[in-house]
């Protein structure tokens, strides 16, 4: 199996955009962040925060004061631009380089461009593929953290990656339990009078099955619900007597 991709930033400017790309990387299960000569210098207190919890990315990464620097040991690169910005390399969508990555043996680097200006044809040139994502030609502008993480989305849907925790949730109650809740229901409109007129009755009982139905009610669901008709008859009791 291939190792994980590099993320290399380079030249980025604001620690914020840092830490946010920190953020989309360990989101889909990449740890391995290298900086080319960041603007403000390294560490920087402003991605810290804004990585939301992403440290171990932010610890772990390295700086470096060139591309070619950042890139020696890795044996695949691909820089990420709109434009070839006159360079002839092949171009692949960030779900074809991702295959490619997943399929080709030794580390992958992706470069990633400075924010306001993107990768120069120099960096371009270090690279042996271009990444560019599908876009609005109207509107081509990604924020550098929104690049990452469609980079690293398309990597992640080749590796087993578990499922946010979701709350177990209380399977479905058996249907006599449901029955019995509706005719409890049913008993309480019927002694109201809300059944009426009566030829539209055995429609009206149609239309509330199917309305309580419809959800994958719960045991306890139902026994709330039962709770609270029950409260709602013995007041009608109370006012009564």
């Known amino acids: ?9 380079v030249r980025p400017q604001l620690g914020e955009n840092i830490g946010k790309a920190a953020r989309a990387m360990l989101n889909f299960g990449l740890v391995d962040l290298r900086l080319v000569a960041p603007r403000d210098g390294w560490p920087n207190p402003g991605a810290g925060p804004a990585a939301s919890g992403a440290d171990l990315v932010l610890e772990r990464a390295e700086v470096f004061e060139t591309v070619a620097d950042a890139v020696a040991d890795c044996a695949h690169v691909y820089a990420t631009t709109v434009r070839k910005r006159g360079v002839s ?5 960030p779900e074809e380089a991702a295959r490619e990555i997943h399929r080709e043996e030794g580390r992958s680097a992706i470069l990633f461009g400075p924010e306001r200006s993107g990768l120069e044809t120099d960096d371009v040139a270090v690279a042996r593929t271009i990444v560019t994502v599908p876009i609005n030609p109207e509107f081509g502008s990604l924020n550098l953290a929104q690049a990452v993480i469609l980079v690293a989305y398309e990597w992640s849907k080749g590796v087993r990656l578990a499922q946010p ?3 177990e949730l209380d399977p479905p109650a ?12 049913d008993a309480m409109l ?5 059944y009426f007129p009566p030829d ?3 429609s009206t009982k149609r239309t509330l ?3 309580l139905t419809k959800p994958a009610w719960s045991s306890q ?19 009564s007597s």
């Open 165 to 167: 925790t979701q709350e």
């Open 1 to 9: 199996m291939a190792p994980s991709p590099v993320i290399v930033l």
């Open 200 to 202: 539209r009755v055995p």
């Open 89 to 93: 390399k092949p171009v692949v969508t």
């Open 190 to 194: 019927e002694e109201s009078g809300y």
């Open 209 to 211: 099955r199917t309305l």
């Open 221 to 239: 669901e139902l026994r709330t619900l039962r709770g609270v008709l029950s409260a709602l008859e013995g007041k009608k009791r109370h006012r």
């Open 174 to 185: 058996a249907q006599d339990e449901l029955d019995g809740m509706i005719g409890q229901l």
